[in-house]
């Protein structure tokens, strides 16, 4: 049947009823998108929700005094003790070793790549960069364990096969990548005008460097370092590998040492019964690592908005 | 503005002082050591790139060297075994690809369609902000915990078990913001004056979206992707906090084959091993002969990251000469 086509009040009501259809159909799309958007709010509720809830069923059985204070990490013993102090030691340490590595190497690759590298030297040396970052972590922990170990070894024969100082070490290398590209970041974003005139009073680059374009790129290093920092404490398969696993106080490098994500690490390969105290601690130890990455990279946010040189 | 001395600057003008040759000779020494300095500091700057690239370097030799007389054939072909050299892969890749295809196919479009309502559809107003805040957050959350967060909600809260389906979508959480960050960064180079074209010709908003910006958007994107499952295929703390296992010999039930024939989606539950969490169980063995196996293992891993990665870098920089607006 050939269709007639129509005119006047009935046209209008075709076209009429074609447009309802248009919106409904773009109503449903948007609100489908906003979803998709929302799954990223539902994820940090749902993070937020599980470590609350199981953190508090373990703080039922454990005070948060003890939790605090106590200095033997024993969980999973008949003699149980739950001080979070020995696994922050250890995350701290290997923290430390790491920056040592990562910051003045990461600063002054930034430096090299922004100020003194030409245009192909820079584009060359920035994607083995990425590449540094790109290794899966595990790898690297492979690497600490079985070559730099027993480097290190060499250098100091008392060392024992499990060590944070060798983990800390890879650590600090797998970190160089981002503190490097966020400070350079900040750095290539100094306006030309300010080493234009800092060039034209007579300084040299390494001058122009150091008293012009880092000053007036600090809020984006210093950034760049906190942000390292959170990943230093949230780095999980190099110290399960490398640094051994055992829960102590100490804030030796040469020593084994347990920390926050490889006690995690160590309670998940074991075999423990959903809703035992053993595996709430992991859910406290989490909350305890969310808490403290989440401290840095707020005060990373804050810094780059306090401190930042508005041009 | 007379300056009584031109020759002097003045900045030099307080500690230099004695007859013009000699003044002459304290500048240039001046001058010397500042750029002294600078040759010295370009050495540093390249000294620093050394040890990150002397690093991959050691990295490969050493893989190479432990690894490579173990890669053959069988390698890939045999499930992992208390020998050490009869030991193979067969359950960590196919493990590893099948729970990519989980978290490509969660990730992917969730991704994308959030990014477009934040990129295109959101108005400004608190809403919008908490949720980019959020975003921001994430990337920066520790991929540990994301594994506690699976192993109380989808583990034990929604019954999935220690599955092929857990670890997937685990990962798709992981990698959701690096997904959204590309594509709303691919979105946003596109120049505006498009839309307004599409517009002017009566295209709706998502008529826009789908014939215009997506197309134009497309290699941006697919960087950010294989970005994001490049850094998903070398997790390993995640899925070993959800409990997956070490020690793997069969491969999940394949759709209609087996007795009683398997299901279309019972692999999503069956227990697995990936990648990662072979070489984690061989490297953490105290018998060299199974570090062997873990070399060879990583070198096949590495090869696939840094395959990846280098898709996506090449990718990028061919976008960034191709397109011109």
Redesign the interface.
């Known amino acids: 049947m050939p269709e007639m086509p129509l005119t006047g009040e009935a046209r209008l009501a075709q076209m009429a009823q074609a447009k309802a259809r248009?919106s409904r159909?773009?109503k449903a799309?948007?609100a489908?998108?906003?979803l998709?958007?929302?799954?990223?709010?539902f994820?940090?509720v749902?993070?937020v929700y599980?470590?609350l809830?199981?953190s508090f069923a373990f703080f039922t059985h454990v005070s948060l005094w003890d939790f605090l204070t106590d200095t033997q990490w024993t969980p999973l013993f008949d003699d149980a003790h739950f001080g979070i102090m020995v696994l922050l030691s250890g995350t701290l340490t290997s923290s430390a070793v790491a920056l040592l590595v990562a910051i003045p190497?990461g600063t002054?690759?930034a430096?090299?790549?922004s100020e003194?590298?030409g245009h192909k030297t820079r584009e060359t040396?920035k994607?083995?960069?990425?590449?540094?970052s790109?290794?899966?972590?595990?790898?690297?922990?492979?690497?600490a364990?079985?070559?730099v170990t027993p480097l290190l070894q060499k250098l100091f024969p008392e060392l024992p096969g499990f060590n944070v100082l060798s983990a800390g070490l890879v650590m600090g290398?797998m970190i160089?990548?981002y503190v490097a590209s966020l400070s350079e970041d900040a750095m290539r974003a100094v306006p030309m005008g300010l080493r234009e005139g800092s060039y034209a009073?007579?300084?040299?680059?390494?001058?122009t460097?150091v008293r012009v374009v880092v000053p007036a790129a600090i809020s984006g290093i210093a950034s760049a370092y906190i942000?390292g920092i959170?990943r230093a404490?949230?780095?999980?398969?190099i110290l399960?590998?490398a640094a051994g696993m055992q829960p102590s106080l100490t804030f030796n490098p040469m020593e084994p040492a347990a920390t926050i994500?490889s006690f995690?690490?160590q309670v998940?390969?074991g075999d423990l019964p959903?809703g035992s105290v053993g595996y709430q601690t992991?859910?406290a130890a989490?909350l305890l690592?969310?808490l403290l990455?989440?401290a840095?990279?707020m005060l990373g946010?804050w810094v780059r908005r306090r401190y930042r040189e508005a041009y | 503005m007379n300056n009584p001395n031109p020759s002097a600057?003045s900045?030099f003008g307080d500690t230099v002082a004695g007859s013009p040759a000699a003044r002459t000779e304290q500048i240039r020494a001046l001058i010397r050591v500042?750029?002294r300095?600078?040759h010295?500091?370009?050495l540093?700057?390249?000294l620093?790139?050394m040890?990150?690239?002397l690093?991959?370097v050691?990295?490969f030799t050493?893989?190479v060297i432990?690894g490579l007389p173990r890669l053959n054939l069988d390698f890939f072909t045999s499930f992992p075994s208390r020998r050490a050299g009869q030991a193979g892969i067969l359950s960590a890749w196919v493990g590893s690809i099948l729970v990519m295809m989980v978290t490509a196919l969660f990730a992917v479009?969730?991704?994308i369609?959030?990014?477009?309502?934040?990129e295109e559809?959101?108005k400004k107003n608190w809403f919008t902000d908490?949720?980019e805040i959020?975003?921001?957050?994430?990337a920066?959350?520790?991929?540990?915990?994301?594994?506690?967060?699976a192993?109380?909600?989808f583990v034990?809260t929604f019954g999935f078990g220690q599955s092929i389906l857990s670890a997937g979508l685990t990962l798709a959480?992981l990698i959701?913001?690096i997904v959204?960050v590309a594509t709303r960064e691919a979105l946003r180079s596109i120049p505006k004056h498009i839309r307004e074209a599409a517009y002017g010709c009566g295209a709706?908003?998502?008529q826009v979206v789908q014939d215009h910006l997506l197309p134009y958007s497309t290699p941006g994107i697919l960087t950010g992707v294989i970005i994001g499952m490049?850094r998903a295929?070398?997790?390993?703390?995640p899925i070993?906090?959800?409990?997956a296992l070490?020690f793997i010999v069969f491969l999940p039930p394949v759709p209609g084959t087996g007795e009683p024939p398997a299901g279309m989606f019972d692999w999503l539950f069956s227990p697995f091993t990936v990648m990662?969490i072979q070489?984690?169980n061989w490297?953490?063995r105290p018998d060299p002969a199974f570090?062997q196996n873990?070399?060879a293992a990583?070198l096949v891993?590495?090869v696939m990251?840094?395959g990846m990665?280098?898709l996506a870098?090449w990718l990028r920089y061919r976008l960034r000469k191709k397109i011109k607006w």
């Open positions: 248009r159909r773009e799309i948007e489908v998108l906003l998709a958007a929302c799954v990223s709010v994820t940090t749902g993070i599980i470590l809830k199981e190497l002054i690759i430096i090299y790549l003194f590298a040396l994607p083995v960069l990425e590449l540094l790109g290794v899966p972590t595990i790898i690297y922990g492979y690497f364990l079985l070559f290398i160089i990548p009073m007579g300084a040299t680059r390494f001058q460097a942000l959170s404490v949230g780095e999980t398969m399960a590998v994500t995690v690490v998940a390969l959903h992991i859910f989490g690592l969310l990455t989440l840095f990279n946010y | 600057p900045s500042a750029k300095w600078d010295f500091f370009a540093l700057g390249l620093a790139m040890v990150g690239i690093t991959l050691a990295l050493e893989m432990d479009p969730v991704g369609a959030g990014a477009i309502y934040l559809y959101a908490i949720i959020n975003i921001a957050n994430l920066g959350v520790p991929s540990i915990v994301y594994g506690l967060l192993l109380g909600l034990y959480l959701l913001p959204i709706s908003q998502w490049a295929i070398g997790e390993t703390a070993i906090t959800i409990g070490t990662p070489i984690f490297t953490s570090h873990a070399a990583s891993l590495v990251t840094l990665n280098g870098i």
